[in-house]
């Protein structure tokens, strides 16, 4: 599910990022009195009224500025805008109106999408009347508010809300898979997914980063169809310094939050370094199959033992997802670039599986017998029963009678025993420990 995009947008100094830590509720931004201290763009989720969605803070617009740095800032800012669902014009009550809220209201007024104006540091009832001079900027309503007391922010996220997109609804569609197409700036994405289409329908360079946003492409291979998203590279967040990159960083994010299945492609030159790992750690979190494709083989120097070799170090590098499948494939020349979407199909009938509950309460007395869990203060733990009560991501609840006392150790045996009778390859589980209900299978 495609979750809306808000950024926070302004001249300098107006309290853009203490806006933004309040609306977030956490101090995620810098704040300092010197203006231009947000250049790299902050972006958090923010809950408000059932709704969740992006927050963007951006640094502050110095349009017609001939300082190279302000110059960046504007440009990630007029990114960031793009970008957005909602825009929030941030302007300063206590200094009032000047030339560059102008200009920036000017700019706005042209925009075709929802901009919402707000008036910060409207601490007391006397700024808050002060700040219907901001009218004059050309905009229907303002919203006077305080980043630093958090005076009016309700209404303002009431605001904010009322202005995003309906939330999408997901596709109830089983025969078209979504797969994500992420890894590094440069490692052959959009070469990939022009193999698979059998033309070259994605622009494809030598240059890091040509793939600015995410491309959905239908297609349609044997009687299966899937929606194929080829997303701008993911890279270490401290290297992001070009201004549109860091904004393709949140989209290549969001596109693996809708996608089913993420294909993580690596540069078999280059091998598995902390980039990658960040991004299988995203894909991860984000709960969604996943499989490994090791590009450009083909000019990979190779021995008999080398594949054997190359899966080890894998497995050594991430020990936690050793049940991702891997493939070598080379997207130059096809080398089994199809068989990757054989795994797409294998990985996404073990997202979407369930396990009847009468298999799995015979599997967790089996696991217990095997090994029970251990003792904490004097109390011994009962698992009582266990039920699936969801799949894609298959999520696995087991009822006992002291849930907060089960260590993690004794999850991750369950979960390993889980995967060696069932399978799931490629899939993340899920298991939570609920109190089972008092009188059932014995004292609790």
């Known amino acids: 599910m495609r979750l ?28 300092h009195s010197t203006s231009g201290v947000t250049r790299d763009r902050n972006f958090s989720l923010c809950d408000w009224n059932g ?17 190279e740095m302000e110059q960046l800032i504007l440009e990630q800012a007029e990114a960031a805008m793009d970008d957005a669902d909602v825009i ?24 075709k999408k929802p ?41 303002l996220l009431d605001e ?40 070259n329908r994605l622009i494809v360079s030598d240059i890091p980063g040509t793939t600015r946003d995410s491309v959905d492409t239908p297609v349609t291979i044997g009687d299966r169809r899937y929606i194929l998203v080829d997303t701008a590279g993911l890279r270490k967040r401290s290297k ?60 990979f120097e190779k021995q008999p033992e080398t594949v054997d070799i190359y899966t080890k170090q894998i497995k050594e590098a991430v020990p936690t997802y ?16 199809t068989r990757v979407m054989e795994l797409v199909d294998q990985v996404h009938a073990e997202y979407t599986k369930r396990i009847p509950t009468a298999e799995l309460n015979q599997f967790l007395e089996e696991t217990v017998a095997r090994q029970t869990p251990a003792a904490v203060r004097g109390r011994w733990i009962k698992l009582m029963y266990m039920t699936q009560p969801e799949a894609a991501p298959p999520t696995f609840v087991i009822f006992c009678n002291y849930p907060k006392l089960v260590q993690e150790s004794y999850v991750r045996y369950i979960t390993n025993r889980l995967r060696e009778r069932f399978g799931f390859a490629g899939v993340p589980l899920l298991i939570k420990l609920k109190e089972a209900p008092k009188g059932k299978d014995g004292e609790q």
């Open 160 to 199: 904010i809300v009322r202005h995003l997109p309906a939330a999408e609804e997901e596709s109830t569609d089983q025969q078209i898979i979504k797969v994500a197409v992420v890894g590094r700036p440069n490692v052959g994405k959009s070469s990939f997914v022009n193999r698979l289409l059998g033309e």
């Open 322 to 337: 050793d049940y991702i499948p891997t493939i070598f494939i080379s997207a130059l020349t096809g080398q089994r670039v």
């Open 88 to 111: 929030l014009f941030l302007v300063d009550c206590q200094t009032g109106i000047n030339e560059i809220d102008g200009r920036i209201a000017r700019q706005l007024l042209r925009a």
């Open 240 to 299: 992001i310094k070009e201004s549109v990159e860091y904004y393709t960083t949140l989209r290549t994010i969001r596109a693996i939050e809708r996608c089913d299945i993420a294909v993580v492609l690596l540069d078999a030159n280059e091998g598995l370094n902390f980039q990658e790992l960040k991004i299988i750690e995203e894909v991860g979190e984000a709960r969604r199959g996943m499989v490994l494709a090791i590009n450009k083989w083909d000019i």
């Open 4 to 31: 809306p995009v808000v950024a926070i947008v302004g001249r300098p100094n107006v309290g853009k990022s203490s806006l933004f830590n309040r609306l977030i509720k956490r101090k995620l931004a810098v704040i």
């Open 51 to 67: 709704r969740t969605f992006y927050l963007v803070d951006t640094g502050g617009m110095v349009p017609g500025s001939k300082d």
């Open 115 to 155: 901009v919402i104006l707000g008036v910060n540091k409207a601490d007391n009832e006397r700024l808050e009347l002060e700040a219907s001079a901001f009218y004059s900027l050309g905009f229907r309503e303002i919203f006077p508010v305080s980043a630093a007391s958090g005076r009016m922010t309700g209404d």
